[in-house]
């Protein structure tokens, strides 16, 4: 969850506007997933905002493609040599497969997952538990670094392209795989056992990237303008069965990858963007919105710690009467503490994120100087 305005040397008002708003996006998409997570452990019996915390998701995914153009390959064309951001993009996975590990020894220590469920789980062979977009964003990352020339060349019209051959083999697939295991439904989308797939999520990929080259002034709005023309044809494909019934099929087709959750995924995303973008310019909420904004700046701190506390938790059944306010305190404290910043969550645990912070960082460091892959 790399912060997206590192970019940000471009310094013209709208630029800065605009990668403001993508701050702010991150910070919302954060506190739905985190909403749908303490939900889960403390008061698993509440529904009501589920169709909406379900969003985090497509919103993660495509602000990780608008960041992939924005801190990775407007770096290449700038003359950055490739295998320096290969490298790089390289640490990043060992960063995000790490703590999707962690999470995983959290939750098999507490009893929330056994040992045969959590390892299958961190390799894309079962159900994790709160650490699926750190595996979504592994696995992507390892995507990219194998095509890194050609999307530095051609940028997201050849991740959408994927997705397009991706949705083209879709009926294909129960007939070539039969009965699909859980790893068919985690790389290609296929069958009913995970989602988003890896493969037709290039579509939340490739309309991010698309948002991220028209942010950096690769790209004018045609692309992104394309994906949401497409996406507005299916949803309101999926309105003809009526709204309540849509929003239904839209829990539904998550786990079957079906088009009609991408489509809403991309609306909502821009509905929310542009909202946002609305805002911020008539200085709107200014700021509640700023408080958000600096929260998406903090999107590892508030996912990572918070499900780790999460997952160290043993599930316990809490009337909802007592659930309820232990879930908004929880949320509150997390949020405290992502405001408070890095130096003074160090204060607070007397050095030691510091300390562990460099013991990791060497660590990493070694991995990737001597396994990061190379374009030789």
């Known amino acids: 969850m790399e912060r997206a305005t590192s970019a940000s ?7 800065v506007e605009r990668f403001a708003v993508l701050d702010i996006m991150r910070g919302l998409a954060v506190f739905l997933a985190m909403v749908d997570h303490v939900k889960v452990q403390f008061v698993p019996d509440f529904h009501h905002f589920i169709p909406l915390t379900r969003l985090a998701t497509p919103c993660f995914i495509i602000l990780f493609g608008a960041m992939v153009e924005i801190a990775y390959l407007k770096k290449v064309r700038s003359g950055r040599p490739l295998q320096a951001v290969r490298e790089r993009m390289f640490a990043r996975l060992i960063t995000c497969w790490g703590l999707a590990i962690l999470l995983t020894i959290a939750a098999v220590v507490s009893g929330n997952m056994d ?7 961190v ?3 079962g159900l994790g538990r709160f650490n699926e977009i750190f595996l979504i ?3 992507l990352f390892a995507v990219l670094i194998g095509i890194l020339p050609l999307i530095t060349r051609f940028g997201s019209a050849s991740i959408l392209a994927v997705a397009c051959i991706g949705w083209a083999l879709q009926p294909v697939w129960p007939q070539i795989l039969g009965e699909s295991a859980y790893p068919a439904s985690f ?3 296929a069958g009913n056992g995970y989602g ?12 991010g990237l698309a948002v991220g080259e028209m942010l950096t002034g690769r790209r004018g709005p045609l692309l992104p303008a394309v994906v949401l023309l497409i996406a507005v044809v299916v949803f309101a494909m999926e309105l003809s069965h009526g709204p309540f019934e849509a929003g239904r099929r839209f829990l539904a087709h998550r786990w079957t990858n079906h088009p ?7 609306l909502a995303f821009a509905g929310m963007a542009c909202t946002l973008m609305l805002a911020h310019r008539i200085k ?7 408080v958000v904004g600096i929260a998406g700046t903090q999107t590892l701190f508030i996912y990572g710690a918070g499900n780790l506390v999460l997952n160290a938790l043993p599930m316990t059944e809490l009337p909802r009467a007592v659930g309820a306010p232990v879930a908004i305190l929880f949320l509150a404290g997390l949020i405290v503490l992502a405001l408070a910043g890095p130096s003074r969550r160090n204060a607070l645990g007397l050095g030691l994120p510091a300390a562990w912070g460099r013991v990791y960082e060497g660590f990493r460091n070694a991995i990737t100087g001597r396994t990061a892959p190379s374009g030789q």
């Open 260 to 266: 009609g959750y991408y489509a809403v995924g991309i």
């Open 196 to 207: 988003p797939g890896l493969l037709p999520a290039m579509t939340f990929l490739g309309f």
């Open 137 to 139: 964003y592994a696995a």
């Open 115 to 121: 040992f045969e469920a959590g390892w299958k789980s």
């Open 123 to 125: 390799v894309g062979l």
């Open 9 to 15: 040397s471009e310094n013209s008002p709208g630029n």
């Open 284 to 290: 709107l909420l200014r700021r509640p919105l700023q």
């Open 187 to 189: 790389l290609l989308g």
